[in-house]
């Protein structure tokens, strides 16, 4: 199975400043067939990113995917309030498919 | 709008079965599967399978191989995942999501709410 590893485990900003989530892959992703999901607390995850760089309907542009091979970003330009939450990674260019461990975006 | 809406809560004791079910609506049922992914406390996502609502194709995780089911009913437009021989460890948050390929192992671009499985003696 593919592992992802998303660093850092923790990102403490404030509003308006710029987000950067890293997401390694164990091997290549084939196809850069990966998704990054949103997730806040008692709500269902939310898909912001697929096929590494194509933002999911109604997703504001401050919201960016980049990469290929193994190393995968996700980058918020300007943090709003309602973005403080969990960012996951999830790889399906390979069976099955995974998620990484999760990046939480705290207020600082 | 594409919804998918989950069962209620359930508190199970050890060595039960659980039934969840995910009515979907607002799209052609049988043109996506759905997948189902939990949330244990404290712990990331897990997907746990897949399956096909065109033709009812499966593809499991292998840690759940011997224990888990899935089935949809197009007349319903509702999926279902049942769990057998459940442990504390399965304890958890269970989503189903549809997948955005038809063949499935592809990204997910609709969620359930979740359903809360409680599994405690």
């Known amino acids: 199975d593919i592992v992802l590893t998303q660093s850092p485990g923790t990102l403490s900003l404030s509003p308006g400043e710029r987000a950067t989530l890293s997401c390694r892959a164990s091997?290549?992703?084939?196809?850069?067939?990966l998704a990054w999901y949103q997730h806040k607390s008692g709500q269902a995850p939310r898909l912001l990113i697929y096929?590494?760089?194509n933002r999911a309907t109604g997703i504001p542009d401050r919201f960016s995917g980049s990469g290929s091979g193994t190393d995968f970003t996700l980058t918020i330009s300007r943090l709003e309030p309602e973005d403080f939450a969990v960012y996951y990674c999830?790889?399906?260019?390979?069976?099955?498919?995974?998620f990484g461990q999760g990046t939480k975006v705290e207020f600082k | 709008q594409v919804q998918l809406v989950q069962s209620g809560a359930e508190v199970k004791k050890p060595g039960d079965s659980v039934k969840l079910s995910c009515k979907a609506s607002?799209?052609?049922?049988?043109?996506?599967?759905i997948t189902w992914v939990r949330q244990a406390p404290g712990q990331g996502l897990e997907w746990m399978g897949w399956?096909?609502?065109?033709?009812?194709?499966?593809n499991f995780a292998e840690k759940f191989q011997d224990r888990i089911s899935m089935t949809t009913d197009s007349a319903t437009t509702t999926g279902y995942m049942e769990l057998t021989s459940l442990t504390s460890h399965d304890t958890a948050v269970y989503y189903c999501?549809?997948?955005?390929?038809?063949?499935?192992?592809?990204?997910?671009?609709?969620w359930g709410q979740g359903t809360l499985v409680t599994v405690a003696s």
């Open positions: 399956i096909n609502a065109y033709n009812g194709n499966t």
């Open positions: 999501a549809r997948d955005a390929h038809f063949g499935g192992e592809g990204y997910f671009d609709f």
């Open positions: 607002g799209y052609s049922f049988i043109t996506f599967g």
């Open positions: 999830h790889q399906y260019g390979s069976s099955p498919g995974t």
């Open positions: 096929d590494a760089f």
């Open positions: 091997q290549s992703v084939s196809s850069g067939y």
